[in-house]
């Protein structure tokens, strides 16, 4: 069964940072594109950051120079390099995965890990 789950969430002040891990098994993880989103309450989920299977990366604008999106093949796993974090950037963070990045394929959310940015 495809499972990801989250990790690295918390509370961190305005400046600070944090790095969130997305662990996957039950997949083929190097063919799948790997994005991170994020969600507040009362507000739309929104993408943050994509890592192609080839390694390429894009960000939002509102977190471009500040995020940095790796993934290590090897461990199956995804990661979020938070720095120089806001208080806007405060939500729920959530790992996703697609197959090539092509909707023609099935997609996989973990489940969410809290990250919260204090003024």
């Known amino acids: 069964q495809v499972q990801l789950v989250e990790s690295g969430g918390g509370l961190v002040q305005a400046g600070g940072s944090l790095r969130l891990s997305c662990a996957a098994s039950g997949m083929h993880f190097s063919i799948n594109h790997m994005s991170w989103y994020r969600q507040s309450p009362g507000k739309e989920r929104e993408w943050v950051a994509v890592i192609s299977s080839g390694g390429n990366t894009n960000y939002a604008d509102s977190v471009k120079g500040r995020f940095t999106i790796s993934r290590d093949n090897a461990k199956n796993t995804v990661y979020l390099q938070m720095d120089m974090l806001k208080p806007e950037d405060t939500g729920v963070y959530y790992c996703?995965?697609?197959?090539?990045?092509?909707?023609?394929?099935?997609?996989?959310w973990g489940q969410g890990t809290q990250v919260t940015v204090s003024s």
């Open positions: 996703h995965a697609q197959q090539y990045g092509s909707s023609r394929y099935p997609a996989y």
